[in-house]
């Protein structure tokens, strides 16, 4: 009974809602419509500055990267390459990568040792040079077992700090503690 009732309802009430979606009897908008797309106009670079020579301060040698992105304002300066770049090595840092578990963290490196945090909390150094595994350490706190981070950063400022939020991971017939 109840059902037929809000049926009713839903219905008497459509045509109360006639011309709601519908534009018909409005009259149009005044004024001047201009397209948008006539505003485009091509770039033309500025002649007197074509003539200007590009000046780029003294490349310096970097071998502190203390935080994502490198320095707390992101401006690295003009950082020297060399001619030939090419990778130096690759290595594993650990768990992580995937659609529920995604690698977010960004490696810090200083004093010839990149330092990398993967999603199950474990913090590992390698040598910036060969890549070779220096330590491995789990940074997930005593009595806290199967947690993974779910985001965080590693900072160097003279130690190195790491911050995090540990995610609890259940199966079906676990219970949270």
Avoid at 60 to 67: A, D, V
Avoid at 100 to 114: E, F, H, K, M, S
Avoid at 127 to 136: E, I, N, Q, Y
Wanted: with cysteine.
């Amino acid at each position: 009974m109840t059902a037929v009732f809000f049926a009713a309802l839903l219905l008497s009430g459509c045509s109360s809602f006639e011309g709601v979606f519908s534009d018909k009897d409005l009259p149009p908008l005044q004024g001047e419509r201009i397209s948008i797309l006539q505003l485009q106009q091509e770039l033309v670079p500025d002649a007197e500055l074509q003539r200007t020579p590009a000046s780029l301060p003294v490349a310096w040698t970097n071998t502190f990267w203390p935080q994502a992105g490198g320095y707390p304002n992101h401006a690295m300066g003009h950082l020297t390459l060399g001619r030939d770049l090419k990778e130096a090595w690759r290595v594993s840092i650990g768990a992580g990568g995937g659609r529920r578990d995604p690698l977010i963290v960004q490696p810090v490196a200083a004093n010839g040792t990149v330092f990398a945090l993967d999603t199950d909390a474990m913090v590992t150094a390698f040598g910036l040079s060969d890549g070779r595994k220096k330590w491995r350490v789990s940074s997930t706190p005593p009595g806290e077992k199967d947690a993974g981070y779910i985001g965080g950063g590693l900072l160097l400022s003279g130690i190195l700090n790491l911050t995090y939020t540990l995610r609890h991971r259940h199966s079906e017939n676990s219970t949270p503690s």
